[in-house]
């Protein structure tokens, strides 16, 4: 089992940038894909960017490409997910998600975080 703590959430303005970190514990984390999933008020959980256990594959929705990059550093046992250009549509609850396989949209990872807000101001 692994237990996963988002953190870095927070109030941006448009056009900004913030950093989200997911500390996990309890397995090892390199034998985990880890990601990162969002949801808006009133919307569905919706998949954001995954990254395999290596580090050496990532994945991104369209709606961040170019704009959230994923990145891992698996001996702090922590994934990031670095986000610029921040919209007011990004506004939603961050949550960081495991999986032994590697997982982008449609697929419903085992492990979550509780979430961090994140809330983006025009």
């Known amino acids: 089992q692994v237990q996963l703590v988002e953190s870095g959430g927070g109030l941006v303005q448009a056009g900004g940038s913030l950093r989200l970190s997911c500390a996990a514990s309890g397995r090892t984390v390199s034998m985990y894909s880890m990601g990162w999933f969002r949801q808006a008020p009133g919307k569905e959980r919706e998949f954001v960017a995954a990254?395999?256990?290596?580090?050496?594959?990532?994945y991104a929705a369209d709606s961040v490409k170019g704009r959230f990059t994923i990145s891992r550093d698996n001996a702090k046992n922590t994934v990031y997910l670095q986000m610029n250009s921040l919209k007011p549509e990004d506004t939603a609850v961050y949550y960081c998600?495991?999986?032994?396989?590697?997982?982008?949209?449609?697929?419903?990872?085992?492990?979550w975080g509780q979430g961090t807000q994140v809330t983006v101001s025009s």
């Open positions: 998600a495991a999986d032994p396989r590697f997982f982008t949209i449609g697929t419903i990872p085992n492990h």
């Open positions: 990254i395999s256990r290596s580090g050496a594959s990532t």
